[in-house]
């Protein structure tokens, strides 16, 4: 089964960086996508980044590009979010998510199966 691990999330300041992590076990995940997407309350769940794990290809949100990398380590069976010169309005609970397909890169949070229990990122003023 499936398990999706986030951690690394805090309380910054803006301008400050930030490096959550995604520890994923359960398969092999050389066929997956993995995802962050973010939320905050009475919101839908936004998309943020994407990476295709046996590639490395990756596409990110228009809001988060340039500021935020997403990265995976085979050998550690994690995938990273680097967040860097972050905003307030960053401020959410970030999620890992992950799907096993090929194809065109997924946005819509109703496309990933498996996801992480998220972890709070607060980016103050």
């Known amino acids: 089964q499936v398990q999706l691990v986030e951690s690394g999330g805090g309380l910054v300041q803006a301008g400050d960086s930030l490096t959550l992590s995604c520890a994923s076990s359960g398969s092999t995940f050389s066929s997956y996508k993995m995802a962050w997407f973010r939320q905050v309350p009475g919101k839908e769940r936004e998309f943020v980044a994407v990476i295709r794990w046996s590639a490395g290809t990756t596409y990110y949100a228009d809001s988060v590009k340039g500021r935020f990398t997403i990265s995976r380590d085979n050998a550690k069976n994690t995938v990273y979010l680097q967040m860097n010169s972050l905003k307030p309005e960053d401020t959410a609970v970030y999620y890992c998510?992950?799907?096993?397909?090929?194809?065109?890169?997924?946005?819509?949070?109703?496309?990933?199966?498996?996801w992480g229990q998220g972890t709070q990122v607060t980016v103050s003023s």
């Open positions: 998510a992950a799907e096993r397909s090929g194809g065109a890169f997924y946005t819509s949070f109703s496309r990933y199966t498996y």
